[in-house]
């Protein structure tokens, strides 16, 4: 059984940061990429980052120069720094990852962290 774990969610002003972390566990065979989604109220959910397992990185257009995300795949972890955040960056933040064990495809999502901007 897979499991995804985020944290470092919170309130924060406008121009602040936060560091979102996400921890995978379980018997996983081979990570393709691991990717940051946010759904805001009354919105459908919408990609953020990724990061593929060679390390190759997309942003929404909206998050690029304010959104880095980075892994450590030794520790199965995938990071989502956000700075200059502006009150429609409020959302929950989801983890998600995506893998194969050779045979088939496997999708897998955090619970979610809520991300709020505001003053």
């Known amino acids: 059984q897979v499991r995804l774990v985020e944290s470092g969610g919170g309130l924060v002003q406008p121009g602040g940061s936060l560091r979102l972390s996400c921890v995978a566990s379980g018997t996983i065979f081979n990570i393709n990429d691991m990717a940051w989604y946010r759904q805001a109220p009354g919105k459908e959910r919408e990609l953020v980052a990724v990061?593929?397992?060679?390390?190759?990185?997309n942003y929404a257009d909206s998050v690029k120069g304010r959104f880095t995300i980075s892994s450590y795949n030794a520790h199965n972890t995938v990071y989502l720094q956000m700075n200059s955040l502006k009150p429609e960056d409020t959302a929950v933040y989801y983890c998600?990852?995506?893998?194969?064990?050779?045979?088939?495809?496997?999708?897998?999502w955090g619970q979610g962290t809520q991300v709020t901007v505001s003053s």
């Open positions: 990061i593929t397992s060679g390390g190759s990185t």
């Open positions: 998600h990852m995506g893998a194969d064990d050779g045979r088939y495809d496997f999708d897998y």
